[in-house]
């Protein structure tokens, strides 16, 4: 059983299912309030944008048990402090 000290796991995205994965991302996308820049992208070029990034392993996905949280990191914030994509 994982108690508040739990660290947090890195979720490959392949262990996900393709509806589980969207769902990761657009809540992510929303609740983040991703800012493109002058540009306006949809939900789904937002969803699409960050996908990629995770595939390409720019960004992970990491379970935290502790809180029992989702959140999708940069790849470089793993070691250093996990800042969100």
């Not at 820049?37 to 935290?64: C, N, P, T």
């Amino acid at each position: 059983m994982s108690g508040p000290g739990a660290s947090p796991v890195i979720v490959p995205y392949t262990a996900l299912s393709d509806a589980a994965l969207r769902g990761v991302i657009e809540a992510f996308v929303l609740r983040e309030g991703t800012d493109y820049g002058s540009h306006e992208y949809s939900l789904a070029e937002k969803v699409a944008h960050v996908r990629a990034q995770i595939e390409s392993g720019e960004a992970a996905i990491v379970f935290d048990p502790g809180a029992g949280t989702v959140e999708i990191v940069r790849a470089s914030g793993l070691y250093s402090g996990q800042e969100p994509v």
